[in-house]
């Protein structure tokens, strides 16, 4: 009935294999819901330019990289996009099928881009020959399955743990008569004679496919993009076996379970294997752009430029030398806390505001109260190498566990299979009353402070006094402290919004700041500490004090911990507390103006709102970093699209700090604004869907409707407000000020970063004395500005 197992030649296998490897490295990883941390959607194309990114999405997804070519005509007849962008932009594309000259270039405005298919698997060609939406089958199917087998603790019954994907497949498939009941008879009986492992059905099922070595990888490729969310949460499971050390092969497994479809799809339909031929054939192809991507990525190009020209009349000229500030806030990276640092500056020019990334240089993972669960703190791209805890005393520890197995008891029996329906009976109208009161918003007071946390294991005075210097030095934070220096996280207050997680800190792993930002007061406030620090260089003034705070970037409310402060210190706070109420309000009636149906005087009211869509708008708009001293970038037309990292190269004797600069935050940025690019550009493949149908499956995700794949995107609500896009799609613009050839050692020893700049996904430029004195120019060096 179907291909037997013989024998492949080991050439054939290597071949094979090496397609399998090569099509899971171009699979993003996806963070489940707890842990939403952005991801660079191109993170497997980072090797090659947007150009041939495009031809290869193309090929396997259908998808465009770049916006429809009206959106080009319409910036160039506002004057956005001018003349000279648009012929800078076309002189520096290399590629011999770019418009020959600006005429020719602005003529193709006037054409529309093709519509993009993706080259058909079998189960499309099926489809088409039969009249049954096998591809919607095998999404239901697989979805199904997948939703109970990597379920993280939202089903009430768990698959048996152990078994890989590929042999917990096999025996739930075996069982499942729906594509028999569908038409494809045997099915059941083919997954039961498949080979035992993943890699021999899939070198099984590409002899029966008649896949050559060199049309393998794309056709994997295209077989893991109809699996959507599920391969990314794989290639997850991938990414964090890896930084364990370890290695994962469940997204090998869904290839292998895909690709069981396939075979026996076209022994069920014949008559596609002539149109099968031809898209392997298809995908034998080098993978090349063809005319109509080259220009429109030439009109991307030109786009960006523009954005780039108008943030350079935007930096400023830094002024003379200042006095002592009575107040320093050091706040986040993220875009929505420029807007805050801006407003502070505003209200008191006595005020001094810096940016670092939010986990403030702590490799931490905490342990809450209440739990003994380890949530990493720190960027994904780090391993946490220091563990803390909030843990009360033994009695209060318990007492609060106690609370949370209840809590946790109730909320599994409101939802077990038999005693849920007589829950409804009985309890359903004194639900009633809750109900009523959570669609008002009201009932919801502020949450009490978590316990300060601390570090699990005490350290010696000078691993203390060294962990101290490492992150001043980091923040270029060495000298000249205020009286008072507020540490600020940053989180979000949201009501039932699966991506909470997203819009917290991604630089602490999709949490709340507010544990790193208690750490480091801690540390900074810590006799022994701040006796070692003057072995590092480091003098602290006596009457410096730091106060850890957490900004609420929904309500633009600040926190302040006085975590182990006498009275008389607690009693500085008040005026600090009065200043950032103030600039919060200030930056609502701002933000009001962008959310629909706000007024200055109701934005903190979305985070209650349970049907709210649009709480905030997270970091929609991001399109530059720049590292500088805080006085290069203090004008008001930055605000929320920059992150704002303080940086001076004068402090930085080995260029250490520029070097984690560049291959941390900056990193970090491009990911968050290439996940917001991705799902802008390409919604279908790399956007999150609709928000009014999204389920929660499996911890993991949200699927549309009862079932199918993940989306791990953003939702077109963090994009649009339902009239415009909110979202400009840009690759990010990095502007560091240091000298040239100190950053073009740091980019000649990390090939990864190099890469980034190379192929484009990021554009870097190097300020002098605050203005722009030269462009990366991709594989060439540097091109003078001035």
Not at 528 to 550: C, Q
Not at 747 to 756: G, K, P, S
Request: charged share 20%; net charge negative.
């Amino acid at each position: 009935m179907f291909l037997k197992h013989t024998q492949i030649e080991p050439d054939r296998v290597t071949g094979i294999m090496t397609a399998v490897e090569a099509a899971a490295r171009r699979v993003p990883p996806a963070f489940p819901l707890d842990a939403n941390v952005a991801v660079n959607p191109f993170l497997g194309q980072s090797d090659e330019d947007l150009a041939h990114a495009s031809a290869r999405l193309a090929r396997v997804a259908g998808a465009w990289l770049t916006l429809p070519r009206h959106d080009y005509a319409r910036l160039i007849a506002e004057g956005e996009i001018t003349e000279p962008d648009l012929a800078a932009a076309l002189y520096d594309c290399t590629s011999p099928l770019k418009p020959v000259d600006l005429a020719d270039l602005k003529a193709q405005l006037l054409t529309s881009k093709p519509a993009r298919q993706a080259l058909p698997s079998v189960a499309d060609l099926a489809a088409q020959a039969t009249g049954t939406d096998w591809p919607a089958i095998i999404r239901q199917s697989v979805g199904l399955w997948a939703a109970g087998h990597f379920d993280r603790g939202q089903a009430l019954w768990s698959p048996a743990p152990g078994r890989s994907a590929f042999a917990a497949w096999r025996e739930w498939a075996t069982h499942d008569l729906t594509p028999e009941i569908a038409g494809l008879t045997g099915f059941c009986a083919h997954v039961f004679e498949a080979p035992d492992s993943a890699e021999r059905t899939v070198l099984r099922a590409a002899e029966a496919l008649e896949l050559s070595d060199a049309a393998a990888e794309t056709a994997f490729h295209r077989l893991y993009i109809d699996l959507g969310g599920w391969a990314q949460h794989a290639r997850w499971l991938l990414w964090t076996a890896e930084l364990r050390q370890e290695t994962d092969h469940t997204l090998s497994d869904l290839l292998a379970i895909r690709m069981i479809w396939e075979e026996a799809l076209l022994h069920h339909v014949p008559g596609v294997a002539e149109a099968w031929a031809q898209a392997v054939a298809a995908h034998e192809a080098p993978v090349t752009p063809d005319r109509d991507i080259v220009v429109d990525t030439i009109l991307q190009e030109a786009r960006e430029r523009a954005f780039q020209r108008r943030m350079t009349a935007e930096l400023s000229i830094p002024k003379g030398a200042r006095t002592r500030p009575r107040m320093q806030v050091a706040c986040c990276i993220d875009v929505r806390s420029g807007p805050l640092r801006r407003a502070l500056e505003a209200l008191d020019p006595q005020v001094e505001t810096l940016g670092f990334a939010g986990f403030f240089g702590l490799p931490v993972a905490h342990r809450a109260q209440g739990t003994d669960e380890v949530v990493p703190h720190l960027p994904a791209l780090l391993s946490p190498s220091a563990h803390a805890s909030s843990h009360l005393p033994p009695d209060p520890e318990q007492a609060s566990r106690i609370r949370a197995r209840t809590v946790r008891a109730w909320g599994r029996f409101r939802q077990a299979a038999v005693s849920s329906f007589a829950f409804v009976e009985a309890a359903g109208p004194i639900y009633g009353v809750k109900l009523l009161r959570d669609a008002l918003g009201l009932g919801h007071g502020p949450a009490d402070a978590a316990p300060p946390p601390r570090f699990d294991t005490a350290m010696p005075a000078p691993d203390k006094a060294a962990l101290a210097a490492k992150v001043l030095t980091a923040m270029s934070f060495t000298r000249d402290h205020a009286p008072l220096v507020l540490l600020l996280g940053h989180g979000a207050s949201t009501t039932n919004n699966p991506h909470d997680s997203a819009y917290h800190c991604g630089a602490c792993g999709g949490q709340a700041g507010d544990v790193s930002a208690r750490l480091l007061a801690g540390l900074l406030n810590d006799p022994e500490t701040r006796a070692g620090l003057a072995e590092h260089g480091i003098a602290i003034p006596k009457d410096t004090l730091f106060v850890a705070g957490l900004h609420d970037t929904t309500t633009d409310a600040v926190t302040l911990y006085p975590d182990g402060l006498d009275a008389a210190q607690r009693a500085m706070l008040a005026d600090a507390r009065h200043l950032l109420a103030r600039a919060g309000r200030s930056v609502a009636s701002s933000r009001a103006k962008t959310l629909p149906g706000a007024r200055a005087d109701t934005v903190a009211a979305r985070a209650l709102d349970w049907a709210e869509l649009r709480p905030e708008w997270g970091l929609a708009g991001c399109a530059a970093f720049i590292a500088a001293p805080r006085a290069h970038a203090a004008q008001e037309a930055l605000e929320g699209r920059c992150f704002l990292h303080s940086y001076d190269w004068t402090r930085d004797r080995d260029y250490a700090t520029l070097e984690l600069v560049l291959t941390a935050p900056a990193v970090v940025a491009s990911w968050i604004s290439l996940q917001y690019y991705g799902s802008a550009v390409a919604p279908d493949v790399f956007g999150g869907g609709n928000k009014l149908i999204h389920n929660v499956t499996g911890g993991i995700g949200v699927v549309q409707g009862n079932g199918g794949i993940l989306h791990p995107g953003l939702p077109r609500q963090a994009l649009h407000d339902g009239t415009q896009a909110i979202h400009d799609p840009l690759r990010l613009s990095v502007m560091i000020e240091a000298p040239q050839p100190a950053i073009t050692d740091i980019l000649t020893r990390h090939d990864d970063v190099r890469a980034l700049f190379d192929n484009g996904w990021m554009h870097l430029f190097a300020l002098k004395d605050g203005r722009l004195d030269a462009r990366y120019k991709p594989q060439q060096g540097w091109q003078s500005l001035a």
